[in-house]
């Protein structure tokens, strides 16, 4: 038996399946053998390039179809607003409270989360980690001090920084502030850069 780490044959018999086709419609319409087609779909043998670029035409797909990652339709994280889970962050330290929003099961290219400053803290210490952070100000009046920057951010602002950067967020509106934080890794970041060459 072929070993591979793409199931073609099984991706070409879910297509055939799909499309209400018989082997012996796809043998016809290809002109091979229905016996080869059922080989192929049992990934007893390895379709050459001009067999599977038949057997793609008659399915309707591109032949890169069959060498593309499989999508798994039930790989998503739904959170409610009632059902979002407190999560312990470097910022915890600082007084923020971190609400994790949804996220992708076993995927550490980003994070997200809804950020709530308490107004009234007055150790204003930088931290700083690695990667890179999105922010955008949901609720509420904040000063963010990126080394030795000040920026003022009211609702609606949004700003993106090297998380290498020492930076502190305050909440200066009376009442505590929320910001939307996505933090992506800057490994990660370096991997997905590269890949895309």
């Not at 150790?123 to 000040?150: A, R, T």
């Given at each position: 038996?072929y070993?591979?780490?793409i199931?073609i044959?099984g991706?070409?018999k879910?297509l055939?399946?799909?499309?209400?086709?018989?082997?012996q419609?796809v043998?016809?319409?290809?002109?091979?053998?229905?016996a080869l087609?059922?080989?192929?779909?049992n990934n007893?043998?390895m379709?050459?390039?001009?067999t599977?670029?038949?057997?793609?035409?008659?399915?309707?797909?591109k032949?890169?179809?069959?060498?593309?990652?499989?999508?798994?339709?039930?790989?998503?994280?739904?959170?409610?607003k009632?059902?979002?889970?407190?999560?312990?962050?470097?910022g915890?330290?600082?007084g923020?409270?971190?609400?994790?929003l949804a996220?992708?099961?076993?995927?550490?290219?980003?994070?997200?989360?809804?950020?709530?400053?308490?107004?009234?803290n007055?150790?204003?210490?930088?931290f700083s980690?690695?990667?890179?952070?999105?922010?955008y100000?949901?609720?509420?009046?904040?000063?963010?001090?990126?080394?030795?920057?000040?920026?003022?951010?009211n609702?609606?602002?949004?700003?993106?920084?090297?998380?290498k950067?020492?930076?502190?967020?305050?909440?200066?509106?009376?009442?505590s502030?929320?910001?939307?934080?996505?933090?992506m890794?800057?490994?990660?970041?370096?991997?997905?850069?590269?890949?895309?060459?």
């Amino acid at each position: 038996m072929y070993d591979m780490n793409i199931n073609i044959g099984g991706r070409i018999k879910k297509l055939r399946n799909d499309r209400n086709l018989t082997l012996q419609d796809v043998a016809m319409f290809t002109g091979f053998s229905k016996a080869l087609i059922s080989q192929i779909e049992n990934n007893l043998v390895m379709p050459p390039i001009s067999t599977l670029a038949k057997i793609s035409k008659v399915l309707n797909v591109k032949m890169t179809y069959f060498f593309e990652e499989e999508i798994d339709y039930k790989d998503y994280y739904f959170v409610k607003k009632d059902e979002r889970q407190n999560v312990f962050k470097e910022g915890a330290k600082h007084g923020y409270l971190y609400e994790e929003l949804a996220h992708i099961k076993d995927n550490d290219i980003f994070e997200t989360f809804i950020v709530t400053i308490e107004p009234g803290n007055e150790k204003k210490k930088l931290f700083s980690h690695e990667g890179y952070e999105f922010m955008y100000l949901i609720e509420g009046k904040i000063i963010l001090y990126l080394n030795n920057e000040i920026i003022t951010m009211n609702e609606g602002d949004s700003i993106a920084f090297n998380s290498k950067i020492p930076h502190y967020a305050e909440s200066v509106s009376g009442d505590s502030s929320k910001i939307l934080s996505v933090r992506m890794k800057s490994q990660d970041i370096k991997e997905i850069i590269e890949q895309s060459k």
